[in-house]
């Protein structure tokens, strides 16, 4: 798109191809991709201007003849792997869904679209694990890594644009390599002796593949931001293993305390899904007292969604909708105490923060610390009378707010009363 001489516009109106990247993964996504489908196809055509609707990604995999049975102002339609057809579809009018391939398809150069000092860094799709109430088996297929010479040429050039964040994403990220005889620590690895000062945050390490050596590995490094995110999703040993996530309770508390000893500074960030089939209020009670004993401060709370094709959408025992919502409300609002805990537990301290952007109206640097990940978690305020670049800075952080924290610059060169540690 870039070689057809196309650039990016954030109004639509003005825009003469309108492309909505979906996710199919549960009905809460699905509808909102469909929205987001709906209104575009709404403005098609109506100030004007001949606009195209294209539709990629996870619900064009897995619903292509409905999309485009029910939208008829749909022009094209991409699947997770035909991204390189986008520009047949410029012009014509098609459809490329194909079934996943068994290898990973590296089909373009990366290509930095925005200013940000952060990045995620795709290391891997598909998954094997067969969750029982997951559907992305079968629309991404199986689990499939990117060549370890692909990721790091991937990681030069995110780092020869300034970026100083490198957030790993797979459907399970802790099992990369399995498939072209690799380890995940040949990674690691390579992220390690890239030179230069920045940040390698790690999400989704399934709990049944985090291994100790990946730990230690952690442990030693000087790139790893002391964050981990392992979705969990339960701790009640018979809804795991109704799950099929492979591991038990004991499993999820042998690998806490190893993460308190070989990590005592690091951050927990999981999942949790309520109102699995068959969940009762003592299995609830289980885990709300789990979050509130472990100071579980960073996480996501789901209530279950019933997805066909899933071996859990034949489970009996369904939950009362009210029901799922409440529960998800109530450990929410745990998590939230728990995450205003922590966040006071950082005042008063000198610490490092990644820089985003500056807002000139509110004369403020907005970024975040090491215990966030962008657009999920909080985010740091820190006045400054001129403008701040994107970058790593030292902060003393002043206090709390609804949106995370709030601070001053430390150090020469920058704004800011010193402060001692």
């Known amino acids: 798109m870039l070689r057809r001489g196309l650039r990016i516009v954030k109004d639509p109106k003005q825009a003469d191809y309108l492309v909505v990247n979906t ?3 549960i009905q809460s996504a699905k509808e909102e991709s469909i929205e987001e489908i709906l209104k575009l196809a709404d403005l098609k055509n109506s100030n004007g201007r001949k606009h195209r609707l294209l539709i990629t990604g996870c619900l064009a995999q897995r619903y292509p003849g409905e999309l485009l049975r029910q939208i008829p102002e749909i022009d094209g339609l991409l699947g997770i792997d035909q991204y390189d057809k986008i520009d047949s579809l410029l012009d014509t009018d098609s459809a490329y869904i194909t079934r996943p391939p068994s290898s990973y398809k590296e089909s373009h150069t990366l290509q930095v679209l925005r200013d940000r000092p952060y990045a995620y860094l795709k290391i891997a799709d598909g998954c094997d694990n ?3 109430y997951c559907a992305i088996p079968m629309i991404r297929g199986k689990y499939r890594s990117r060549s370890l010479a692909a990721i790091s040429a991937d990681v030069d050039r995110l780092l020869e644009h300034e970026v100083l964040e490198l957030n790993l994403i797979a459907q399970d990220v802790a099992r990369y390599g399995f498939d072209i ?4 620590l040949a990674l690691l690895e390579m992220l390690e002796q890239k030179r230069g000062e920045f940040w390698v945050r790690p999400f989704y390490l399934h709990p049944a593949h985090l291994t100790e050596e990946i730990l230690d590995f952690f442990a030693a490094s000087k790139k790893f931001c002391q964050y981990l995110e392992m979705p969990l999703q339960h701790v009640n ?12 309770r004991a499993r999820i508390e042998r690998l806490l305390n190893s993460i308190r000893v070989k990590l005592p500074a690091t951050v927990l960030r999981t999942t949790f899904i309520v109102g699995f089939p068959g969940e009762t209020r003592k299995e609830f009670d289980e885990l709300c007292s789990f979050v509130e004993e472990e100071r579980i401060c960073r996480g996501g709370v789901f209530g279950y969604s019933r997805e066909e094709g899933t071996a859990a959408y034949q489970f009996n025992g369904r939950l009362a909708q009210r029901t799922v919502a409440a529960r998800q409300e109530e450990l929410t609002r745990l998590i939230n105490e728990n995450a205003e805990e922590f966040n006071a537990s950082l005042v008063g301290r000198e610490l ?34 001129a403008v701040v670049g994107k970058g ?8 709390t707010s609804g949106e995370g924290f709030v601070g001053e610059f430390v150090g020469a060169g920058v704004e800011g009363r010193k402060h001692g540690k």
């Open 23 to 25: 996710c199919g993964f």
């Open 130 to 132: 067969r969750c029982s």
């Open 181 to 184: 005889g690799k380890h995940p």
């Open 237 to 248: 040993s018979r809804l795991l293993k109704e799950m099929n996530r492979r591991y038990s």
């Open 352 to 385: 490092k923060m990644i820089v985003e952007r500056f807002d000139a109206p509110s004369k403020q640097a907005i970024g975040r610390l090491f215990c966030d990940a962008p657009e999920i978690d909080f985010t740091i305020h820190v006045p400054a009378r």
């Open 392 to 399: 790593f800075r030292t902060v003393y952080v002043t206090g």
